[in-house]
């Protein structure tokens, strides 16, 4: 018996698209959706997750006929997955506690060791480098209310702490 899907790769693709368009839409459902001349919060993302869906499913569709036949899905790899969305969860789980210092250099070193090309030296550069810019931008030039350093009495007496 042949196989019924000729192009994996668009295949499932497809079905993300349709997984992920169904979801949105389904999400904002929850909201009220109003008509095009009064939209409502959910009109949008509605509409927007609808033609997503629906995208996916075509390009589901087309995948199965035999003149677009290609070639086959390599095998899924969980470890860069891991190591790039642990540190971003981690992130907003212990920001408060730990402050953006701390927080945004162990988000930037660990996401990176989900690269084939990890290097310490230009990981730790970028990792300080984007520490202090977010730190100018939201703390200094927004004012929002992030903690830049751990939040233990030991800390309270540096002037950046404080900021």
């Not at 939209?39 to 629906?54: H, K, Q, V």
Request: net charge positive; glycine share 12%; aromatic share 12%.
């Amino acid at each position: 018996m042949k196989h019924l899907i000729k192009n994996p790769r668009d295949f499932w693709a497809g079905v993300m698209f349709l997984a992920a368009g169904g979801l949105f839409a389904g999400i904002a459902l929850t909201y009220k959706l109003g008509t095009a001349a009064r939209m409502g919060p959910g009109f949008f993302p509605f509409f927007l997750g609808a033609i997503l869906a629906g995208l996916g499913l075509a390009i589901s569709i087309s995948a199965l006929r035999p003149k677009n036949a290609g070639p086959t899905v390599d095998k899924f790899h969980w470890g860069p997955i891991f190591w790039v969305l642990m540190p971003i969860i981690v992130f907003g789980v212990m920001l408060k506690i730990l402050g953006m210092i701390v927080m945004g250099l162990m988000v930037v070193i660990v996401s990176s060791l989900g690269s084939e090309d990890f290097k310490l030296r230009p990981t730790v550069y970028l990792a300080v480098g984007l520490v202090i810019f977010c730190s100018l931008v939201f703390v200094g030039g927004l004012h929002l209310p992030i903690p830049l350093c751990p939040g233990f009495e030991l800390f309270d007496k540096f002037a950046v702490c404080r900021a």
